[in-house]
């Protein structure tokens, strides 16, 4: 897969969120991005997998152009900001529905995801008694549970132990094996600067010099 | 790679997820039509009237005849016929809005087509008002059965309301599928402006549509079809047709419905305070 971003620039409401962007994406990679709250970062990610749509420029996946040839990229995975669950369900009734739709995954598969964040598959607590820690946990399984091949995490490590922590970096780092393409954003430039093959500043909306690490 | 999902799909999805998600708003809803239901018998009873099932049903949407500004004349609002429409449009609430800005955004994805998940939700919404409707026609029966009085789905002569034809079909395209009509395209407005705006100022339209269709009698303002007061087929003074009200709100539903699907195609998902 490859992702090209040429010329992205977004405008909300006036203000200019997104400035000029040009990169360049490719599977079997990490790409980490680092900047201060509101510097654009979960914008950009929103943009990658088509939430929102470029005032100019665009983003291709494969040659395909998000918003023109396509409406999002054909597969994806999405942890952007909260994660939102149904609140009266389990967290593997949770993941189960979403499966349904598009039936890709056995019940076992989305158990062995839900284990491999950490949390108990066969956990009967509603998701309004999740904590904060479980409630990432459960976004990120849902974000990954379908091998998507574009995979897009924003602050995944937010609320989690460093058990947590250290499941998902393993994780990201397995997936990035099977030749995954991962963007994620983190304020934590210790854990970005480990997982991420190159990394990106993000300020003000626009998105500086490559760092490759 | 192509990766759609069928439409029947998003549309169990919507079933199941909006009926969760909305289920303390339909039986809000259920109260709200059983205190209806006995309202009207009570009226029926105070008046000495053996109602029908069919009566019931024409009592809450019988409405007010034209209103005319004279000095005497006091403008009135159809109190049953608004409650009614008022609680089908809460059970429609800020569900299809809450999706695509928390739980849903992953399913809005894996959609793999705006325009999908926007006929999904307009699926949703036409199942959503017929549920409501015979979920009214339920629970009349269900009160009058508790009235001792016979249930029979049947038109007859000793119905209270007159009507200009004797035709059934015509009947129940007057009675019921009118208003069917004008609840659904009444809910497509609302879910359009719930979506790209805000829910609640859909539900301020409603509300402004409906007293302004009491105030003025005029084609376009498709609250006037509601009221078997208004139409030909019960009133001899009634000036709107089924057949002119169900061309009007065809018209309008696929207009919104066709809107909402390009603008879809535009819309940015943002959270609130983006």
Not at chain 1, 120 to 128: I, L, M, Q, V
Not at chain 1, 132 to 155: H, N, V, Y
Not at chain 1, 173 to 189: F, P, S, W
Not at chain 2, 72 to 93: A, D, Y
């Amino acid at each position: 897969m490859k992702v090209e971003v040429k010329n992205l620039s977004k405008k909300i409401r006036g203000t200019m969120i997104l400035q000029d962007i040009n990169l360049s994406m490719t599977s079997g990679h990490i790409y980490g991005l680092r900047g201060k709250n509101g510097s654009g970062k979960t914008m950009f990610m929103r943009c990658l997998c088509g939430l929102i749509l470029p005032s100019e420029g665009g983003v291709s996946i494969d040659g395909a152009y998000i918003g023109k040839d396509i409406d999002f990229p054909p597969s994806v995975g999405v942890l952007i900001e909260n994660p939102s669950f149904l609140n009266s369900y389990t967290g593997f009734q949770n993941l189960q529905l979403l499966a349904g739709i598009k039936g890709k995954i056995s019940d076992e598969e989305i158990k062995e995801m839900l284990a491999a964040v950490g949390l108990e598959p066969e956990d009967k607590r509603k998701y309004k008694k999740y904590s904060l820690g479980m409630k990432q946990r459960l976004g990120i399984a849902c974000a990954l549970m379908e091998s998507p091949d574009m995979i897009l995490l924003d602050e995944p490590i937010n609320a989690l132990d460093q058990k947590g922590v250290e499941l998902v970096k393993a994780l990201l780092l397995e997936l990035k094996k099977k030749d995954k393409l991962i963007v994620v954003a983190c304020h934590d430039n210790g854990e970005l600067e480990y997982l991420s093959d190159t990394i990106y500043a993000v300020e003000n909306g626009c998105i500086g010099p490559e760092e490759k690490v | 790679m192509k990766s759609r999902v069928p439409l029947r799909k998003l549309i169990w999805y919507d079933l199941r997820v909006g009926t969760k998600v909305n289920i303390y708003r339909y039986l809000f809803a259920t109260v709200i039509l059983v205190f209806i239901s006995e309202l009207v018998l009570l009226l029926a009873h105070d008046n000495h009237l053996s109602l029908q099932l069919w009566d019931l049903f024409y009592q809450i949407f019988e409405g007010l005849p034209e209103y005319t500004k004279e000095r005497e004349s006091q403008f009135q609002l159809p109190v049953l016929l608004m409650m009614f429409q008022l609680f089908m449009l809460f059970t429609i609430g800020s569900y299809p809005k809450q999706d695509i800005c928390g739980y849903g955004r992953n399913v809005f994805l894996e959609s793999g087509s705006r325009k999908r998940w926007w006929g999904s939700k307009c699926v949703w919404l036409c199942v959503n008002i017929m549920v409501y409707y015979v979920l009214a026609i339920f629970i009349l029966a269900i009160c009058l059965w508790v009235q001792g009085s016979p249930v029979s789905f049947k038109v007859t002569d000793s119905m209270t309301f007159q009507q200009v034809g004797k035709n059934t079909v015509s009947f129940f395209g007057n009675l019921l599928l009118l208003p069917l009509l004008v609840s659904e395209t009444m809910g497509i407005l609302q879910l359009f402006i719930g979506v790209f705006l805000r829910p609640i100022w859909g539900y301020g339209v409603s509300i402004a549509l409906l007293v302004i269709s009491a105030y003025k009698v005029n084609p376009l303002l498709i609250g006037n079809y509601f009221m078997m007061a208004r139409n030909r087929y019960f009133s001899l003074d009634g000036k709107l047709s089924m057949t002119e009200g169900s061309i009007v709100c065809l018209i309008l539903f696929l207009g919104i419905m066709i809107l909402g699907s390009w603008m879809m195609g535009r819309y940015d998902i943002l959270n609130k305070g983006d």
